[in-house]
Every structure is written in C-alpha cells, then in structure tokens.
C-alpha cells in the first residue's frame, strides 16, 4: 500500500473519531444493555436523557417486564431506543417499526393486565420502518427473527 494510501487512511480514521467524540459517543455502561449493546452509544438520548445513569433509571421500570420475559424482542428493542449507535453522520439511528410491534405483540397485553401504560415514548408509530433510502435496527440485528403479521 503506498504512503498515500496510508496517511488517506489514517486522515479518514482520526476525522471519524474526532467527529464521534463531538458527538457524545460512548460505550454503555448500562447493566441492563451491556451485553447485548456492543457498540459506541450516542447521548442525549431519543428520550432526552443527557446521561446513561438518566437512562438507565427510567430503563429500570421495565426490568419486570424483562424478568418475566414476556418477549424476545423487549430487550433489543429497550436497549437500541434508550442507547442509539453513534454514527459517524451524527444521525440517530433507531429500532425499526417491525422491532417495536414485534415487542409489543408478547408484552402489550402482559402490561395492561397488570396497569401498566405503555409510554407515548414507546409509541410504535413514532419508530421508522425500514425502507432503501433509511435505515434502522431491525430484529435480525440481534439475531432474531421477525414475527409474520397475519
């Protein structure tokens, strides 16, 4: 590889991380999402949330939810709308529409049995659907599958 090629690389390579660094990237430190998030996190947040110890307080209502797993889909679809990839556009890139139904299908009717409303936040219409020009985290992103709507 020539020197060009070389100082071209490394150009682009100092640029994006300094560009992530103007951005608040950060790799999460969330107990609940540590382990399924393995990417740098972009904050404030969807929600507002200028830090992850702010997220992660209002993420902890949902840990009963989580604990009686009342779907596959509501850890990946908590986790990628609470803490967001960074991107080296600066956009954030949310759960897709599809990954918010599919959650919802398991957990919805758990949550209203038990009083729980689920947040406007949350709202499935406020999330992107996935088309060729934008893109969001789908299910497969995690490995998952997405549920066939009748």
Do not use: W
Request: glycine letters at 4%.
């Amino acid at each position: 590889m020539g020197s060009f090629a070389i100082f071209s690389l490394l150009l682009v390579l100092i640029v994006t991380v300094q560009k992530c660094k103007s951005l608040n990237c950060q790799e999460v430190i969330s107990p609940i999402c540590s382990d399924i998030i393995r990417y740098p996190v972009l904050m404030p947040n969807m929600f507002g949330h200028t830090t992850q110890d702010e997220a992660n307080i209002e993420l902890s209502q949902y840990y009963p939810f989580l604990k009686i797993g009342c779907s596959p889909y509501l850890k990946p679809f908590l986790c990628s709308a609470f803490f967001s990839p960074c991107t080296s556009k600066g956009t954030r890139k949310l759960p897709c529409r599809s990954l918010c139904e599919n959650t919802m299908v398991g957990c919805l009717e758990v949550a209203t049995r038990f009083g729980f409303v689920v947040p406007e936040a949350l709202n499935c219409a406020r999330f992107p659907e996935q088309t060729s020009t934008s893109y969001c985290i789908q299910p497969e992103s995690f490995g998952l599958s997405p549920i066939k709507h009748n």
